[in-house]
Every structure is written in C-alpha cells, then in structure tokens.
C-alpha cells in the first residue's frame, strides 16, 4: 500500500486537472535563472533575498524565489498570441518567523498576450474554484488599482502622501487615514476614508463605491467590477468573493483587479494573484498578463494526515504462534487500506489501534 498523500499532495492532483479543464497546459523551468532577473524586479517578489552561486562562466545564478518572472521572460507574443500555463514549482526564499530559506511547493496559472474581459474573469474563477478545491470555507478578496488610483488623483496628493495613503490602506487604518488627509476638506476626503474600510460582497459594495469615482478610468473599473459581479452570482460564488481595497499590490508592475485568497484555518493568504500588464510592460513584452500562485506550504497548517505514525494497526503475535493466519488477518486489514506492523510488543510503536488475534478473529487490545 502506497503512503497517504499529504493534503497539499492531494492539491495539486485536484489542481492540475482544474487547470487542464480550463485549457491551461503545463509550463517547466529551469530551477534557476541569472540573478539579475530578479534584481531588476524585486519588488515584484513576495520576499527579499534570494540563493545564489556563481555558474562554471562567472555568471552570478539563483535558485529561483519565483515563477512568474521566468515565465515573462520566455513568453514570446510574436509567436503565441494567448498562452496559457500552469506551473506546479518549487521556489526558494524566505519564509516563517525565522526569515529563513525554505524550500517551497507552488502552483499556479498564468495568462499571457491578448488577455481580454473573458480571460480575465476566467482566472478571477479560476483563483476561486482553487481555493474550494482546498476547502468549502474560503474567501478571496478583490480590489481594483484602477480605482484605487482613480481616488488618490482627485486629491493631488505627494508621492510620499500616497506612499502613505496605500499603508494605511493595507491596514485598513480609517484613523491614521483621517490624520493624513486632515489638511483636505472633509468632501475631498470622504471617498478614501470610505475606501480604507469599504468591504463586502462585490454586488453589495459596488452601489456604494460608484458615487466615490470621478475619471472615466475610474467609472470603467467600476463597469468591470460590475460585470464580473454578475459571473460571480451565475457560477454561485457571490457570497465567496468580495471586495476588498486593503489588496494593494505594487502599483508598479501590477494594474486593474488584484486579489487574495483564504481559507478557514490558515490565518494569512494561500492565494494571490492579479493584472500585471505593468510587468510585462517592463519586461519588455507588447502584451498583457494575469495569474495567480498558490502556496501550498501553507497547507501544513491544515494537514491531518497522520503521516507521523508508524502504523495505522499494530498486530500483536506471540513467539512461535501459527504464521499462516497471522499473515491472512493482516493482509485483510491491509486490503481494507490499513498500514499493519506485527510486533510482540506494542511499546515504542505511534498507531492508531493495537490488535491481536483470537481464536481466528481480529480483537482490540484494551
């Protein structure tokens, strides 16, 4: 019998066939790239700090801390017009309390050139049908750049001031918030301070958010909100997705709709993702790009597999006792999916159960 898999094992089986469902096909790399990859981009990256060595020709390489930028830097547009991936990798970076360097599983698609609506609110789908296939209690939380940019305009504030302004929005800070724009009149500050802590389900904020947009790229992120919102209803998860505008990713490589996913029992995101047209952009690509990772180390946290047990069942046995049944009786616990040990003590064993066989019939040892 071969060993459980573990729940983020069992994953990224269930993910791959949704991802191929979808038409996505899989993408391989390289498990490292030259350092300056991810020099030149690291904000991009979800932590600082990455493993490198010298190649045999002096080049300085990584072990790579992300997938998204290798895939970027092979996409050729003039050759694939839409090219659709998903990846199942192992990164290397810093994780945990520690800061320390760990190695981690990671799967995830990416959408890559003429990415339009449909494609976009595909993935959004998608992102959310993966957090189900992990567990029924999720939530994925949606912002929009677009219209987060659409308010700061409106108030002209300094560079420094938005640096601020999306801080406290992370935070979802309302006070520190308030002390920032307190130089505004309250009518020029009502919008942000209503953004810093507007959340709901998309079809329920959306009412409330129109009225705070003055630009037409404002009002058209708010069109696309509205449109994905009624995707959401038609494929039941209107009560699972929300709008969230403490999403905020790096505004510099990412645009329109950005979002993260949770599940009931992990405390931080398993799942994040977003537009970054801005990357590609900076990449050097003439196209458009949008996906999501998921971070299946985090799944450790909900893994009941007792993969710490020695067995499942141990079978006691005396010392010159009949072999022929012995055998028999733990073979039909091993066809019923058990993992069986025969010992004549049961002490320094972990396992769930301690049997023994009497007069022909398995029996729990009290």
């Not at 066939?17 to 300056?36: D, N, V």
């Not at 049908?129 to 567990?135: D, E, R």
Request: aromatic residues 8%; glycine residues 8%.
């Amino acid at each position: 019998m071969s060993e459980p898999l573990k729940l983020e094992e069992r994953a990224v089986l269930e993910l791959r066939r949704l991802y191929r469902a979808y038409g996505y096909g899989p993408f391989k790399m390289s498990k490292f790239e030259p350092f300056a990859l991810y020099l030149n981009h690291k904000e991009f990256l979800v932590s600082e700090g990455a493993i490198t060595f010298t190649d045999t020709d002096g080049t300085l390489m990584a072990l790579k801390p992300d997938v998204t930028l290798s895939i970027v830097k092979n996409y050729r547009p003039e050759q694939t017009p839409l090219q659709k991936v998903y990846y199942n990798e192992n990164v290397y970076r810093m994780a945990g309390a520690g800061h320390s360097y760990r190695e981690i599983m990671q799967t995830g698609v990416e959408c890559l050139g003429q990415v339009d609506f449909a494609q976009l609110a595909e993935v959004i789908l998608l992102a959310a049908w993966s957090l189900a296939a992990i567990s029924p209690a999720f939530v994925l939380d949606l912002s929009h750049l677009g219209i987060i940019a659409d308010v700061l305009a409106s108030l002209g504030l300094s560079e420094e001031e938005k640096t601020n302004a999306l801080t406290c929005l992370r935070q979802k800070n309302r006070d520190a918030m308030a002390q920032l724009l307190e130089a505004y009149a309250p009518q020029e500050a009502a919008p942000l301070l209503t953004l810093t802590t507007l959340t709901g389900p998309v079809a329920a904020v959306l009412p409330q958010l129109a009225p705070l947009l003055s630009t037409e790229t404002g009002k058209a992120a708010c069109q696309e909100l509205q449109a994905l919102s009624a995707l959401l209803e038609a494929a039941g998860l209107s009560e699972r997705v929300q709008l969230d505008f403490s999403v905020v990713n790096d505004m510099n490589y990412y645009n329109g709709i950005v979002f993260r996913g949770y599940v009931e029992g992990i405390p931080t995101g398993i799942l994040s993702g977003g537009q970054y047209d801005q990357l590609m952009s900076r990449m050097g690509k003439e196209a458009r790009g949008v996906g999501f990772a998921v971070y299946l180390d985090q799944l450790e946290r909900l893994d009941q597999t007792p993969a710490d047990l020695d067995a499942d069942t141990v079978l006691l046995y005396e010392p010159g006792q009949d072999l022929g049944p012995l055998f028999a009786a733990a073979q039909a616990l091993r066809d019923q999916g058990e993992r069986v040990l025969l010992r004549t003590r049961a002490e320094q064993v972990s396992c769930r159960r301690v049997v023994r066989l009497v007069n022909g019939e398995v029996t729990e040892v009290g």
